[in-house]
Nanobody, 123 residues
Framework: QVQLVESGGGLVQAGGSLRLSCAASGRTFSSNALGWFRRAPEKEREFVAT???????TFVDSVKGRFTISRDNTKNTVYLQMNSLKPEDTAVYYC?????????????????WGQGTQVTVSS
């Protein structure tokens, strides 16, 4: 069975950095888009970033210049490097894998999801 497991979340002060990892098992995603979403308390799930099978990246405007997404197909893993963190970045972060080669900002385009990892940014 396919599983995606996030790690790397935690508590960090504003201006700090965290690197999230998402390791997939059960199948290879080298030909698939991968993405990150987040859900803040009492808010809807929000698109954060996606990376295509050939490394093309897309970000939500609020994280451009601060976050970057990358992938290591040899490890079947996707990463989210988060720099210059702000309190409004506080959320549960989820990784996701699509069936398509190119990513989307729509959660419905992703088939597999991780369980989430908490990121808390203090002021």
């Amino acid at each position: 069975q396919v599983q995606l497991v996030e790690s790397g979340g935690g508590l960090v002060q504003a201006g700090g950095s965290l690197r999230l990892s998402c390791a997939a098992s059960g199948r290879t995603f080298s030909s698939n888009a991968l993405g990150w979403f987040r859900r803040a308390p009492e808010k809807e799930r929000e698109f954060v970033a996606t990376i295509s099978w050939i490394g093309e990246r897309t970000f939500v405007d609020s994280v451009k210049g601060r976050f970057t997404i990358s992938r290591d197909n040899t490890k079947n893993t996707v990463y989210l490097q988060m720099n210059s963190l702000k309190p409004e970045d506080t959320a549960v972060y989820y990784c996701a894998a699509a069936l398509a080669r190119y990513g989307s900002s729509s959660p419905g385009e992703y088939t597999y999801w991780g369980q989430g990892t908490q990121v808390t940014v203090s002021s």
